[in-house]
């Protein structure tokens, strides 16, 4: 079946240093990669989505690409900012499956310290 | 931001009693999706609907767990006989298609005691 895996645990990190959290996946069929953030206490949002033409999305200063031949959907900034100390979830959803549900990863707890 | 909308935000319930929460999707979103968030942060997914019509489903072999999307009246998601480790945030999520991005609601997070 389809799996996640993501950096675990918590990455702490000082303000304006570079974040890169890792994802990896496993599937059957070409799926599609997604990075949601949940700040406490509020709703998981999507913070980045994969494409299928190979542009890289960027949102808040974020970016992801999409590696097939390595599997890969790893989460970077340039910048990290006291706001984005989160709960960082890599998804995906087979292109195959009827339904699109979300396969989760165990989530990364970032947080930015001044 | 996200215009879904459940309720109640918070349910507590002995063990042993139904445990009902109620979402309403954002406008236009024929299909929703529950997913179980747990006190270690993993999610699971349960169920989707597009319009009346489940399109996916967990295997529920409990059979504790029931939902529906009716016409005109919010979709639901009830426990008939709520256990501790039913203790958890339950996410309704919406979207455009089943291939659209999927809008979070803030959850109903019950507490089985």
């Known amino acids: 079946g389809d799996s996640v895996t993501q950096t675990e645990g918590l990455v702490t990190l000082t303000e304006g240093l570079p974040v890169m959290l890792n994802c990896t996946y496993q599937s059957t069929y070409s799926p599609f990669l997604f990075w949601y953030v949940q700040h406490l206490n509020e709703a998981p949002k999507l913070l980045l989505k994969s494409f299928t033409d190979n542009k890289r999305p960027e949102h808040q200063g974020f970016h992801a690409t999409l590696h097939k031949s390595s599997s890969s959907f790893h989460l970077q900034k340039s910048s990290a900012q006291l706001s984005d100390s989160a709960l960082y979830y890599c998804?995906?959803?087979?292109?195959?499956?009827?339904?699109?549900?979300?396969?989760f990863g165990i989530g990364t707890r970032v947080l930015v310290r001044p | 931001n996200s215009k879904v909308i459940q309720t109640p935000r918070y349910l507590v319930k002995g063990q042993g009693q139904k445990a009902k929460m109620r979402c309403i999707p954002e406008k236009g979103h024929p299909v929703v999706f529950w997913y179980q968030q747990n006190k270690n942060n993993e999610f699971k997914f349960l169920i989707n609907?597009?319009?009346?019509?489940?399109?996916?489903q967990i295997d529920m072999t409990e059979k504790r767990f029931s939902a529906e999307c009716p016409s005109n009246s919010p979709c639901s998601l009830e426990i008939q006989s709520s256990e501790a480790g039913d203790s958890a945030l339950y996410l309704c999520?919406?979207?455009?298609?089943?291939?659209?991005?999927?809008?979070f609601g803030p959850g109903t997070r019950l507490t089985v005691l």
């Open positions: 609907f597009q319009n009346q019509e489940v399109l996916q």
């Open positions: 999520a919406s979207s455009q298609g089943p291939w659209a991005e999927q809008f």
């Open positions: 998804a995906l959803s087979e292109a195959n499956s009827a339904g699109n549900k979300l396969t």
